[in-house]
């Protein structure tokens, strides 16, 4: 259930990314890139999405670190909270995976850096 929780949270998170990065459809804007402006915007995109993806990771390693604290305060009798250390278990899976859409994201700027020097001469 949680892993289906996460990788539903993971696929809005990726949308919201492309979503904010496209200024047209994304439908319109697929088609494949041939010249070098079309492989130097989508190498921008791609930066872009990975920066987007490397902010959503610092956030939740900052909101596991939070709920880490809270754990470490003995609520009611020396028991601690069981949703709190899933929260923070959560946050961490959560900033574990956009870290790797980033690394994914960086590597096709790359690609698209590398094809628009190619169609240049370079």
């Known amino acids: 259930m949680l892993k289906n929780k996460i990788g539903m949270t993971l696929a809005a998170l990726t ?35 990975a920066a987007q993806f490397r902010q959503i990771a610092q956030e939740h390693r900052q909101m596991a670190e939070a709920y880490k604290k809270k754990s470490a ?9 069981p949703h709190v250390a899933k929260m923070e278990k959560h946050c ?16 096709a700027a790359d690609f698209h850096t590398m094809r628009a020097k190619e169609t240049q001469g370079k």
């Open 92 to 107: 961490l899976t959560i900033a574990k995976d956009a870290e790797k859409l980033a690394v994914s994201a960086d590597k």
């Open 73 to 81: 305060v003995v609520p009611k009798a020396g028991r601690h909270d």
């Open 15 to 49: 949308f919201a990314a492309f979503a904010t990065t496209a200024g047209v459809s994304f439908a319109q804007e697929a088609k494949v890139p041939e010249t070098t402006a079309d492989h130097e915007a989508l190498a921008k995109k791609y930066q872009d999405q």
